[in-house]
């Protein structure tokens, strides 16, 4: 196949699997930690490297900030043959159980952006893939991590969180945030949404861990609110996840070959 416009990727990868941190800057970390990573291409906010996992090709590729490159990016991996996406993102915590160097892993996202608009009614929950999110679960226990799992609020305005009071929607930001408080929203961000309604329409799987810088909720009760920008905790539960998942699909290949 001829490489796609945005992602400058094509299908000679050959990988089922992609790691997706938005930042660019984050994929080389990434890589890493895969056997054998090299570089593979950049165009746009689509930085992508590929390594390999018990022998396997895996991706990691950046999508940028916000649902609508998160989208495209999602849609043109899929393009390529690849079926697994996990997230490697960071958040703010709104749960005042969420403190800075926390995992988040988000099973299910409150859709309060415009992208996933066009592709299901409102109606429609953002939600995990069961098997992939577990492993995520199972990798953040091993590693005797600090995590929490559930529901995040994904929005398309940093500063519309941030400073709502001087929008002039400020009152709809306002009185919507008290409400995912109330219902024990744990973190926000700005692309799990995206991604689980793309792989919902697509028959993908996608999962999604959140690295947790602050907590502002915590901040404006005057309780300890430590900042921490390690991204390493999440990457490292990330790749556990991956070979956890690879090894449970050969698991089940080999038994039903048998």
Aim: aromatic share 8%; charged share 20%.
């Amino acid at each position: 196949m001829e490489k796609l416009y945005h992602i400058q990727l094509d299908d000679s990868h050959g990988a089922k699997y992609v790691m997706l941190p938005g930042d660019p800057g984050r994929v080389e970390k990434i890589a890493g930690i895969l056997d054998e990573p090299r570089f593979l291409g950049c165009n746009r906010e689509y930085t992508t490297w590929i390594g390999t996992l018990l022998g396997e090709p895996v991706l990691v590729m950046s999508t940028g900030m916000g649902g609508p490159s998160t989208a495209i990016g999602v849609e043109e991996l899929y393009m390529t043959g690849v079926r697994n996406f996990i997230r490697i993102g960071t958040c703010g915590g709104m749960n005042l159980e969420v403190m800075g160097g926390d995992l988040v892993v988000a099973t299910g996202a409150i859709r309060m952006e415009g992208t996933t608009r066009e592709y299901l009614p409102i109606e429609f929950p953002a939600v995990a893939d069961f098997e992939l999110t577990s492993c995520l679960i199972e990798a953040a226990r091993a590693g005797g991590y600090r995590y929490h799992a559930g529901v995040v609020q994904c929005k398309d305005s940093f500063y519309g969180q941030h400073a709502p009071e001087r929008m002039p929607v400020g009152y709809e930001l306002q009185n919507k945030w008290q409400a995912w408080l109330k219902a024990g929203t744990l973190a926000s961000e700005m692309e799990s949404a995206a991604l689980y309604i793309v792989c919902q329409t697509l028959g993908a799987k996608a999962a999604c861990i959140l690295n947790t810088v602050w907590n502002q909720e915590r901040r404006a009760k005057g309780l300890d609110d430590t900042e921490n920008h390690d991204t390493m905790r999440g990457i490292r539960v990330a790749v556990e996840a991956i070979r956890l998942h690879m090894e449970r699909e050969r698991t089940a290949s080999a038994g039903e070959t048998a």
